[in-house]
Nanobody, 124 residues
Framework: QVQLVESGGGLVQAGGSLRLSCAAS????????MGWFRQAPGKEREFVTA????????DYTEFVKGRFTISRDNVKKTVDLRMNDLKPEDTGVYYC?????????????????WGQGTQVVVSS
C-alpha cells in the first residue's frame, strides 16, 4: 500500500499564491505517475494536473495553465503543486493521487492511491 499525505492548503486572497505538497510513504516502489485533483463544494472531483514518473511530462487542465506548476522529487518521494494568481474558482479540496502506471492519466478512475485532501479557500 501507498499512503499519500497532502499539506499546504489554507486561506488566501485572490491573486495570491500557495504551494501544496504531497508526501508518499509505504510501498512507494509501486508509485508511478502522480496527479492533483480538486473538488469544489457541490461538484465532482476534477482533474487539475498530472506528472509522469520521471517528471519529463506534465499536463494541466485549461483553467490552470500558466498559473499552476506541478513538480516531483523521486528521492524525497514528494510531488508539489505551486499555485499562482489564485482565483475564487480555485477554491476546493485538493487531492493528491498516484497510480502504478508510469504514465499519467487525466481520469480519476485510473489512479490507485489517494490522499485525504487539503482545503484551499480563495477569497475575492
Amino acid at each position: 500500500q501507498v499512503q499519500l499525505v497532502e499539506s499546504g492548503g489554507g486561506l488566501v486572497q485572490a491573486g495570491g499564491s500557495l504551494r501544496l505538497s504531497c508526501a508518499a510513504s509505504g510501498h512507494t516502489l509501486s508509485t508511478g505517475a502522480m496527479g492533483w485533483f480538486r473538488q469544489a463544494p457541490g461538484k465532482e472531483r476534477e482533474f487539475v494536473t498530472a506528472i509522469n514518473w520521471s517528471g519529463s511530462s506534465t499536463d494541466y487542465t485549461e483553467f490552470v495553465k500558466g498559473r499552476f506548476t506541478i513538480s516531483r522529487d523521486n528521492v524525497k518521494k514528494t510531488v508539489d503543486l505551486r499555485m499562482n494568481d489564485l482565483k475564487p474558482e480555485d477554491t476546493g479540496v485538493y487531492y493528491c493521487a498516484a497510480r502504478r502506471n508510469l504514465d499519467y492519466s487525466l481520469r480519476r478512475a485510473d489512479y490507485d492511491y489517494w490522499g485525504q485532501g487539503t482545503q484551499v479557500v480563495v477569497s475575492s
